[in-house]
């Protein structure tokens, strides 16, 4: 069966300076991996995804993820994180369904 | 219309009551997913349907929840017998071959 971990609940992070929330993953054949975060009473909106290719993805808002198979990591960065990151966010892996993570909690302080 | 559309926004049900929760996925798309999220949680998977055909129903808790989607476009999820557990919200999603899942924004079902 296929599982996501989020190991952290939250990640706090000054703004300007870079981030990291992980994800690792478990799934048979190649995984197809996501990105999702969600602002208070909103739905979730989809950041980036690795099918296929380069292993650094580039995605909405300045995100970037890196996918790792002998890892079986996933984790999302960014450069310079801004207040209005803060939010929740989710990695996700298909493999018969999407399958989520249970979320980190992103805070970024002034 | 634009983006995926769930109705009701918020829901409160007595318990034992029954509900039905609506999903109007992005035209044209092809598959269609119920998620449900408990506070502080991530999405649970509950059901999936490729166009009218439910091919997955295996996150369904119970035999109260049903859900169907009888010509390939909107679907509703049914709830009988609300219990307080059920307390969650439950979003729906759609997508296309590529597998990027577009969702809606959701409805807080409240059993009181």
């Known amino acids: 069966a296929q599982s996501v971990a989020q190991p952290e609940d939250q990640v706090n992070v000054a703004e300007g300076n870079p981030l990291t929330v992980k994800c690792t993953y478990s799934?048979?054949?190649?995984?197809?991996l996501f990105w999702y975060v969600q602002y208070p009473n909103r739905g979730l909106q989809f950041l980036l995804k690795?099918?296929?290719?380069?292993?650094l993805v580039k995605g909405s808002y300045g995100f970037e993820a890196e996918f790792n198979k002998s890892q079986t990591s996933f984790h999302l960065k960014k450069p310079s994180a801004l207040v209005s990151d803060s939010a929740l966010y989710f990695c996700?892996?298909?493999?018969?369904?999407?399958?989520f993570g249970k979320g980190t909690m992103l805070l970024v302080s002034p | 219309g634009a983006g995926v559309s769930q109705s009701p926004r918020y829901k409160v049900a007595k318990r034992g009551q029954d509900v039905a929760l609506r999903c109007d996925p992005i035209?044209?798309?092809?598959?269609l997913f119920w998620y449900q999220q408990a506070l502080g949680q991530g999405p649970e998977f509950l059901t999936y349907?490729?166009?009218?055909?439910?091919?997955?129903k295996s996150g369904l808790p119970s035999d109260r929840f049903f859900a169907e989607r009888p010509e390939g476009s909107v679907s509703t999820l049914k709830i009988q017998r609300t219990q307080q557990e059920d307390s969650a919200v439950y979003l729906c999603?759609?997508?296309?071959?590529?597998?990027?899942?577009?969702f809606g924004q959701g409805t807080r079902l409240t059993v009181v």
């Open positions: 999603a759609s997508s296309l071959e590529d597998r990027r899942a577009f």
């Open positions: 799934v048979s054949g190649n995984p197809y």
């Open positions: 690795y099918i296929t290719g380069d292993n």
């Open positions: 996700a892996v298909i493999g018969r369904t999407l399958t």
């Open positions: 035209s044209g798309h092809v598959s």
């Open positions: 349907f490729q166009n009218e055909a439910q091919l997955d």
